[in-house]
């Protein structure tokens, strides 16, 4: 059994005293409080929050947690989040199953594209490498015409297979599989992107520490 503990809503900047993230309006997300409600994720639903298909970049024989990442690749607050994800990646990925589901937020028009080459290099094995090329090259594509072109340039570059990539982009599979995470998401309530949820819960963190996620991961694993 897993300790029951508050997991995190994470937006990514501290800004005047509280934290910011990409919101589901065309509206900067409110800043959080210490007083946000914590969310938790009724048994009923917990399918939608975690699918037995879904993506995962850790695969532990015996999880003793769940972390689970609602991401857009547009939202700049998510590239700033990858950074620590890596981290509780190497730091617990014997032990965390961390989950990665796509929220591509209808206001950014390259979101749903970006997601769909991250899972079509995901059939490559090589979900975590797109995802950094998309985080680290955000401002070159985010407002792009041409975005497949670009995707499909980074692609080359991390030797991806580009007839599979292609295929996999426009593939009615990977439409379906963002379009079902994007669904989810909005099914949960989810308000906006970076939120992370763990064994179900979901909390709004005070800053972007590290520690704001090791600490309650720490709490989960009876550390």
Known sequence: ????????????????????????????????TSASVTATVPADQQD??????????TNPADPQATLVLFTDY?????AMMDTLIQQAKADY?????IV???YPLPKHQNA?????????????GALQ??????????????????VDGIFTGYAEELGLDLDQFTADYNSH????????????????????????????EALQLESVAYSEIREPLDAALGN
């Open 93 to 97: 990925g014997d032990q965390v199953e």
């Open 129 to 146: 490498q797109m995802a950094a090329k998309v985080f680290e090259h955000q401002q070159d594509w985010k407002n792009a015409s041409d």
């Open 48 to 57: 939608k929050l975690a699918p037995s298909d879904a993506r995962t970049i």
């Open 74 to 78: 547009q939202c700049p607050y998510c």
């Open 1 to 32: 059994m897993h300790k029951a503990v508050p997991s995190l809503l994470i937006a990514g900047l501290l800004v005047s005293g509280g934290v910011v993230s990409c919101g589901t309006s065309s509206e900067p997300a409110a800043p959080a």
């Open 100 to 102: 990665v589901r796509n």
């Open 173 to 200: 599979a990977i439409k379906a599989r963002v379009a079902r995470d994007l669904q989810d998401a909005q099914d949960l309530q989810v308000k906006g992107t970076p939120t992370l949820y763990l064994n179900g």
């Open 112 to 124: 749903e594209p970006s997601a769909r080459a991250v899972e079509a290099a995901a059939e490559q």
